[in-house]
């Protein structure tokens, strides 16, 4: 019997089942599970022989492996970790730069004298150009590799943002920020890719969350930078300042190695080894005999992100991305704001403060109030994390959506300024639960050759949600925060029955590489080949 996992069309005998995940046809397997007893050859793995990838000769005596195979064998180690803390850096000077426009705004307006026209452009054009960046980083990074992409990006990253701390007009700063948002829209999808392609199966979700906790310390650090920084010297300062964590990242990221899945999709047998004897040997584990599986595929197509078998899951996932957008930047970004300052008479909790030149600045309190946002969203990260592993992503999405819903009729009623305040802090952690399930998820429904295409394309499409939540609440004042809550109860039954809809389950699925590719050789499935 011969049926590597590798291998689309597996000939199964009499005491295997294999069922067939709804998604994407026959490439797509949900699970198998193997009732005969295993049989394991030199290599720790059970049948791994395969036909060999030289055309000429249609059984080799070496076995073909995969990088599913190489990650199982290898686990989570110092390589891995590595990887985490230097992606995990620039997810924290991402974060850092977003949330930056919450502290300066007020700043800004006092210093060039700012419409409210004005003052909107900021954030605006900062969601504008990240939806922008994003979609080419997809492409670029899976035509060229993820490691040049990213490097690119930090560099200009680097010098436009210390560029917005020395502009002597408004509309320079924005033409900074623009390119700004334009690499911060490139660096993240792709830097969530990236790092999912190197980590084991029941590692995925866990290490995700890593990555999360970062993005948490980067809004953090930028509140604390805040109230230490801005009042004594202005908002020229804080951008200087939040510069230092994007150089850090930057000066790391030389030192971590292209995706070997990238390799491996692009024909490039010598470089993919090269990578996988190095993650080998850091994490203490032999490298696998035998010969590893490489493709070359016409990588970075858009069209393929819509083609036949992926244009219901890719609708259902953009429906998906646009309301998760809208929720996680009106809620965590604005929406308090809104509430606390305008809505149930709570005003007092913020208070005013003014700078030496009798401008308004942030309060004390609105920083206090940052903070807690921020913080607020770990125990989303991880809520969304463990009901990712302990009831699958299809069915952590439909209870998240579910919660959504709930927390927000919450807010509607004003029952009391505290009821106010745990209701403000349910949405924020419903949301982030929701947003966290979803960047585990969508990286693993799409094969290698279009999963930063696919990724970069959804997240500018969601910012497009981003941009409308956050100019609708923008635009709302105490009396209409009701009407805002309301649409936010209608695109929570969307998004609630988009979730239902979806038919592809990842949990436990190893990653598709191509599109004829393995791509349901499950976690418990490796176990059982003593992997």
């Known amino acids: 019997m011969q049926h590597g996992y590798d291998n689309p069309t597996l000939d199964v005998s009499d005491d295997a089942s294999v069922r067939q995940s709804p998604g994407f046809g026959n490439a797509a397997l ?20 395969v036909p060999s990838n030289d055309p000429e000769s249609p059984e080799s005596s070496a076995p073909v492996y995969d990088l599913n195979y190489v990650l199982e064998m290898t686990g989570f180690g110092y390589y891995q970790i590595f990887f985490m803390v230097v992606l995990g850096m620039m997810s924290f000077a991402d974060a850092a730069e977003i949330f930056m426009a919450s502290v300066i705004l007020k700043d800004m307006k006092c210093d060039f004298k700012l419409t409210p026209f004005e003052a909107a452009v900021i954030p605006a054009v900062v969601l504008f150009f990240y939806a922008i960046g994003s979609v080419f980083a997809g492409k670029m990074s899976d035509i060229y590799g993820r490691k040049k992409v990213l490097l690119i990006g930090m560099i200009v990253l680097v010098i436009s943002a210390l560029c917005s701390a020395f502009v002597p007009t408004f509309w320079l700063f924005i033409c900074c920020r623009a390119v700004t948002g334009f690499t911060i829209g490139a660096n993240y999808g792709v830097s969530v890719v990236y790092f999912s392609e190197i980590v084991p199966v029941k590692h995925r979700s866990s290490a995700m969350l890593g990555m999360e906790v970062f993005w948490t310390i980067g809004s953090v650090f930028e509140c604390l930078v805040g109230m230490g920084v801005m009042v004594k010297y202005g908002w020229r300062a804080q951008v200087g300042i939040t510069v230092i964590p994007c150089f850090a990242a930057l000066c790391l990221l030389p030192f971590c190695d292209e995706s070997a899945r990238f ?43 819509f083609a036949g078998e992926y244009i219901r899951h890719t609708a259902l996932l953009i429906v998906i991305f646009f309301i998760n957008m809208y929720h996680v930047f009106a809620v965590v970004i604005i929406l308090p704001d809104m509430l606390l300052e305008n809505y149930c008479s709570a005003s007092s909790f913020l208070g005013t403060q003014t700078n030496a030149e009798g401008c308004e600045v942030l309060s004390k309190g609105h920083y206090e109030m940052l903070l807690v946002s921020a913080l607020l969203s770990v125990p989303g990260f991880f809520t969304g994390t463990g009901l990712a592993e302990r009831f699958g992503r299809k069915r952590a999405f439909m209870g998240a959506a579910l919660v959504q819903i709930v927390t927000f009729c919450m807010a509607m009623p004003c029952w009391g300024t505290w009821f106010l305040y745990t209701a403000l802090a349910a949405m924020i952690v419903s949301s982030t639960t929701f947003n966290q399930i979803l960047w585990i998820y969508t990286p693993e429904s799409y094969p290698t050759y279009i999963r930063n295409t696919a990724v ?27 009407g805002s809550l309301g649409t936010f109860v209608a695109l929570g039954c969307v998004l609630l ?15 598709q590489d191509t599109k004829e590719g393995q791509v349901g050789m499950t976690y418990a499935t490796l176990q059982e080949a003593n992997i």
């Not at 394991?40 to 049948?47: L, P, S, V």
């Not at 394309?457 to 956050?470: P, Q």
């Not at 979806?502 to 190893?510: F, I, P, W």
């Open 30 to 49: 949900d699970e198998i599970e193997i009732n005969s007893p295993p049989v394991n050859n030199d290599y720790g793995c059970q049948n791994t022989e």
């Open 263 to 305: 390799y491996a999709i692009s024909g490039q047998h010598d470089k993919a080894m090269h990578v996988v004897t190095k993650m080998c040997k850091r994490n203490g584990r032999p490298v696998p005999e035998g010969t590893l599986k490489i493709t070359q595929e016409d990588r970075g197509q858009v069209s393929a992100v």
């Open 456 to 482: 970069g394309t959804l997240n500018a499409l969601g910012k497009i949600g981003a941009a409308c939540g956050t100019f609708l609440v923008e635009t709302l004042d105490a009396q209409d925060i009701r």
């Open 497 to 511: 029955g988009a979730t239902v809809m979806l038919k592809v389950e990842t949990k436990n699925r190893s990653l």
